[in-house]
């Protein structure tokens, strides 16, 4: 897919997409570039890719049904539209199915994305444990693409506070 704009690809999920998506829309805004929000369903995996930009998948566990398209959370639509709306970049959402880093960076590579913008995981020590031996999608995206990935933090930690894989939670 080849656009003469360039783009921007940002990875979304439901709850955490607005410090992420504004982000993304400011470096869209600051390039002239349109803004792809993609969201990556990671409990299917994906069978088809349509010529239209339709993912057909197929669920990882095999007692929930088959979905014939991937489609895009009504939610989490209107929560990006609710962000998006009021800047003056032109957006678009993907839904996706399958590995995020590895379904993120096909998506970049399709598009020719300037930048793949992801947010940090909440922080927690559950989080940073899962994230230490999975890996996260940032460093993954960093090691398997050749874009630049700008991570936004969602939850900092300030001055000389505990990093989240310091505490004992």
Do not use: Y
Not at 6 to 34: H, I, M, N, R, S
Not at 81 to 95: E, F, N, T, Y
């Amino acid at each position: 897919m080849s656009n003469s704009k360039p783009q921007v690809l940002v990875g979304v999920e439901t709850g955490t997409a607005a410090a992420v998506v504004e982000a993304a829309a400011g470096l869209a805004d600051q390039l002239g570039a349109d803004l792809v929000c993609a969201h990556v369903d990671d409990s299917s995996e994906q069978v088809e890719q349509r010529s239209d930009g339709t993912v057909v998948s197929t669920p990882l566990n095999p007692d929930l049904p088959f979905t014939e398209k991937e489609e895009i959370d009504p939610g989490l639509r209107a929560e990006i539209a609710g962000i998006l709306d009021p800047h003056p970049v032109k957006w678009s959402v993907r839904a996706l199915a399958g590995g995020p880093a590895q379904q993120l960076a096909r998506l970049a590579q399709q598009l020719d994305a300037a930048m793949i913008v992801v947010g940090t995981r909440e922080a927690g020590f559950r989080g940073s444990v899962e994230e230490f031996f999975t890996g996260s999608v940032a460093v993954q995206l960093s090691h398997r693409q050749h874009r630049p990935v700008v991570m936004v933090p969602l939850n900092p930690v300030l001055d000389d506070g505990l990093l989240p894989w310091e505490r004992t939670e």
